[in-house]
């Protein structure tokens, strides 16, 4: 017997013991078959029950012969076509440059708050982006009261998949941002004891995953540090403008800028000279998708 083959026959008997096969897609990488059907099967009729990733393995990921995971795809008029599922990793693609295909962007878990992890800087994905702060450790607040989830960079799936599909167009336009408040893991507002509480991104759970802080942006398409940015001779207004005008197509419009400000759509308020906010209402078209899209090759992807 070959040697992949045995170990495959070993899990087969040890599945056996422990009465988990039904949950296990058993095949012979020796022959390229499976010996039995898809344990999820019923579910997915559409599909052979044979197949295996979808039958698309070069772009679709399958770990434990389970369900597929959430899948979003942004398009560039900042639309969304989603397939649910009910399992905890949501996979996210945008639209490429030549608008032909999608590109595969993150694969993010969702955490028992229902929300993503959204990256802390580039790499996943051709983009330019960054965070600009060390990440708050929450705690125990006592003025207001409430427990804090570490971390500060925690979205609702929808909201990241937005605000990646903002990241695709900025970059395409020479301009790399960089984020930093956003929920706490428990989808509280980001904070740490020695810090001040936001009126958003969670405070008291309202908004929880909807809103995002970015730096301003300087004539060279980079976030920049100032304590009025306004002020700043590196200050661009063209480029900020277009972070709001394609904030708002991806359907980010409850945004502010500081007092300082004379950008078109983003309502001045204080406190924010040094930084921006988007916050998200969600008003993009979304189009919920059949899994049957997946086994079709309906969808263009792009490398």
Known sequence: MHNLSRKIFFI???GLRSKRIEKILIGSPRVGRFFAVDPEAKKYSFQSPYAFAANNPVYFIDKDG???EDYYFVNKDGSINIIKTDDKIDYFYVENRQGNGYAFTAALEKNSTGLVKFPSSDGLWDSNYSRYKPIDKGGISTNPSEVVGEGDH???PQ???SL??????LNENNISPSFEDMSSSNG??????????????????KRTGLDVDFRYINKEGKSFKSTNAFKSNDFSKKNNQLVYDLAKKYGFTKNYQGL???????KKIKNHNNHGHLGYTGRVKTTTWN???LQSNALPFSP
């Open 159 to 161: 909201t990241a998949a």
């Open 12 to 14: 087969l008997l040890q």
């Open 291 to 293: 899994n049957a899209i």
């Open 260 to 266: 300082s400000g004379s950008l078109s759509g983003p």
């Open 164 to 169: 990646f599909g903002l990241v695709n167009e």
């Open 66 to 68: 389970m369900a597929p």
């Open 154 to 156: 925690y979205l609702k």
């Open 188 to 205: 509280r507002d980001a904070w740490q004891l020695g810090s001040f509480h936001h009126a958003g991104y969670g405070h008291n759970g």
